[in-house]
């Protein structure tokens, strides 16, 4: 009754919309989030985000027809530098394959002109709702259009449970390219992927202050459960950890039931027996990092990615592209990454693995976004964005904000492509919120 009482607001919500510009293509854009591995996106990666194509489309319509602010100019500036960047670095190291500079031409042409549209989009919200209401009816409209994916990952629970992968893998087959079994995907290419979309979920429904909200968490959790992802686990952890100190403030009761919630998290990742509830895979990749970790080394890391490719790319990746960027403070150029990976690890003293295509292709980026834009776009350009990014989190006003701006850390943390909407969304609606309240500020100073 409560979860029905909370969607009949959010339609409320949604139909507050009707009198923003481009409403129809904004709302089309966030239904397709967690449509992330289709068919119909055009690019030789898995991952393959259809939602930035209708931003695009209202961001080429504003630039064309309004006038460009600074806002705008800053996000066009940023594409051309890493445009700029990795062409003078495709001549200066002269790479034999021109896929590395094409593609990230490609994606810097529709990250800016997604992000535009994307930016016009809330900017229109929070002119006609202000800043809070702005903030909320967003996050509604975030939570009520991830319901067709959260109806496919509850219905493929029970085909996973048992064991009826054929019917998961044709559902999965109509929206994604990828199926995993034993693991639910909702409509994405990957279970760590519906871990990521339903977090960003979660998130938003901190903003959402109808009756109701807590039974649809716990709903988002039994699906995060059931996704095995390990990585996705990991993401929630840090999500926490930011909310938590976010939101501090000293209370014995509320101290203690952190501390409990740690002790129990640490006991049910360590006792084998409740590890059982988890699939092959997720116990699988919690064993090998407890390995890790009673005897952490980088010896032990690189044995350990010679049998694991999940290992080399979430953590020797970012340590190689780390490595590199003391060598070439400069940048390597945008996607070219994977022309130095191979050579690099061999330069460790390791090449068994490196010939493996498999490894090849789970080595083929940094994935992590702080390495990625160090290693390819030079140390210059990553110490402007992070101080960029510091002063948004500086300026961030209110708890709920700042645990927003600074979700971004944990999103990004497995996942280094510039069409991440776990990267774009949050800093777009900071900045626009911020800005919101800035007007808002002016227009109580200066009444007509």
């Not at 990092?289 to 952490?296: A, C, F, N, S, T």
């Amino acid at each position: 009754m409560k979860l029905f009482q909370l969607f009949q607001k959010l339609k409320q919500d949604l139909r507050k919309l009707n009198e923003i510009p481009n409403a129809k293509l904004g709302i089309f854009g966030l239904l397709l989030l967690p449509l992330d591995s289709s068919y119909l996106f055009p690019m030789d990666t898995q991952y393959r985000p259809l939602w930035i194509i209708p931003f695009c489309l209202i961001g080429l319509w504003h630039t064309i027809f309004s006038k460009l602010n600074k806002d705008v100019f800053f996000v066009y500036s940023i594409g051309f530098f890493v445009i700029l960047t990795s062409v003078i670095s495709y001549f200066y190291f002269e790479y034999q394959e021109s896929s590395g500079v094409t593609k990230a031409v490609i994606v810097a042409l529709i990250a800016s002109t997604g992000y535009v549209g994307l930016g016009a989009f809330v900017k229109n919200i929070f002119l006609r709702f202000g800043p809070q209401e702005g903030l909320r009816v967003f996050s509604s409209l975030i939570v009520i259009l991830s319901l067709p994916a959260i109806v496919i990952g509850i219905i493929q629970i029970p085909g996973e449970i048992l064991g009826l992968y054929e019917i998961n893998s044709f559902i999965s087959s109509l929206f994604s390219i990828r199926y995993v079994p034993g693991r639910i995907h909702l409509t994405c290419g990957e279970p760590s992927w519906a871990a990521r979309y339903l977090i960003m979920v979660l998130i938003f429904s901190v903003f959402i202050p109808y009756k109701g909200i807590n039974q649809f968490r716990y709903l988002l959790l039994t699906l995060l459960i059931f996704t095995a992802s390990a990585m996705g686990f990991i993401t929630a952890f840090f999500i926490s950890l930011i909310y938590i100190m976010s939101n501090f403030k000293f209370n014995t009761k509320k101290l203690s039931l952190y501390i409990t919630l740690i002790i129990l998290i640490y006991f049910t990742l360590s006792n084998y027996e409740l590890l059982l509830f988890f699939s092959p895979y997720a116990i699988d990749k919690i064993n090998t990092i407890q390995l890790l970790l009673q005897d952490i080394d980088f010896e032990t890391l690189m044995a350990a990615s010679a049998i694991d490719g999940s290992i080399l790319a979430r953590v020797v990746n970012p340590i190689v592209a780390f490595d590199l960027s003391l060598k070439y403070p400069l940048g390597i150029g945008g996607e070219s990454f994977r022309f130095w990976i191979v050579d690099s690890i061999r330069d460790y003293g390791y090449r068994g693995f490196v010939d493996e295509e498999s490894f090849l292709a789970a080595g083929s980026t940094p994935k992590l976004l702080l390495a990625k834009i160090l290693v390819e776009y030079g140390v210059p350009f990553t110490v402007f964005l992070i101080f960029y990014y510091l002063r948004m989190v500086k300026r961030a006003v209110g708890k709920e904000v700042l645990f927003l701006i600074l979700s971004v850390v944990g999103l990004t943390l497995s996942d280094d492509s510039f069409l991440f909407y776990g990267l774009l969304i949050p800093i777009c609606i900071t900045q626009n919120y911020l800005n919101s309240i800035k007007l808002n500020s002016f227009v109580k100073l200066n009444p007509a």
